[in-house]
């Protein structure tokens, strides 16, 4: 604590691990060494690291069994197996950098969180913004939500380029993210929503089951990932944005990330508007 207060930080440091509590430590980097699987980690601060195994001078990184290997090639081959970081020399100046073992995280953290970047994967990327808007037909539904109700639910058409390869059933062929324009966490805390992936060219009605059916979600986004063995040999899907026993409007965005380039357009309603 007494540390955390001279970086003018209010939160404890413990003495026992350097870990920060209440803390957010980014992940930049991660490695297998041996048996070993290891993430490089950073405090915000730029102070303050890591006190236990394989921290910055530890005699983990001293022991030969790490990688098999004599002690006077172990740091040289260290080096190279890190992407040049050396874990010995870096015991002199704390920049707040660090490795820690993965079982050291499953013991002292208690979240990951995952920071999706589809560009990462060499994805296509198509966007659509729209509402879903209670009027006229859902206000006038006597039913709770609209589960029955999927012709009157947004819907829009991708297109794929090129049909589903049968070499991409392996892998997922589209991924559907779906957010919601939110100004505060609490209007949507009880109002559920997902999207739907079917196969189809047109507005849908009384559907078979999708291709895949997403799952609910009380939060901003909802994302929904189509196999490639179920898409093999589809280009086009139907997209439906529904709500579960709810009626609330809402603005979104469609984010449909592909193996291949696409289109997407909203579909139009079901019954013209006026």
Do not use: M
Not at 133 to 144: G, Q, T, V
Not at 240 to 269: G, R
């Amino acid at each position: 604590d007494a540390e955390a207060r001279r970086l003018g930080h209010i939160e404890g440091v413990s003495i026992s691990t350097g870990l920060v509590s209440r803390h957010a430590y980014p992940v930049l980097d991660c490695r297998v060494l041996g048996r070993h699987r290891l993430l490089r980690l950073k405090n915000p601060w730029g102070r303050v690291r890591w006190r236990g195994r394989f921290s910055p001078g530890d005699a983990a990184w001293t022991d030969p069994s790490l990688l098999g290997c004599s002690a006077e090639d172990l740091r040289q081959k260290l080096v190279e197996e890190l992407g040049g970081a050396d874990p010995v020399a870096e015991a002199g100046t704390d920049d707040g950098h660090f490795w820690i073992a993965w079982e050291d995280v499953l013991k002292y953290f208690s979240h990951l969180y995952l920071c999706w970047a589809p560009s990462r994967l060499g994805l296509h990327a198509v966007e659509a913004h729209a509402r879903w808007d209670a009027k006229p037909h859902f206000l006038e539904s006597s039913l709770p939500d609209d589960t029955h109700l999927t012709a009157f639910n947004p819907q829009f058409l991708l297109r794929l380029e090129t049909p589903v390869s049968e070499t991409a059933a392996r892998g997922a062929a589209v991924w559907v993210l779906l957010s919601r324009h939110v100004r505060l966490r609490s209007e949507i805390s009880e109002r559920y929503v997902a999207a739907h992936i079917y196969k189809g060219s047109s507005r849908l009605c009384c559907p078979d089951a999708p291709l895949e059916q997403g799952v609910y979600s009380n939060g901003e986004c909802a994302l929904v990932k189509l196999s490639g063995e179920a898409a093999a040999g589809q280009r086009e899907f139907v997209l439906t944005i529904s709500q579960h026993a709810h009626k609330s409007a809402f603005n979104f965005t469609l984010q449909v990330y592909t193996t291949v380039p696409a289109t997407i357009v909203e579909l139009p309603p079901l019954v013209p508007s006026g």
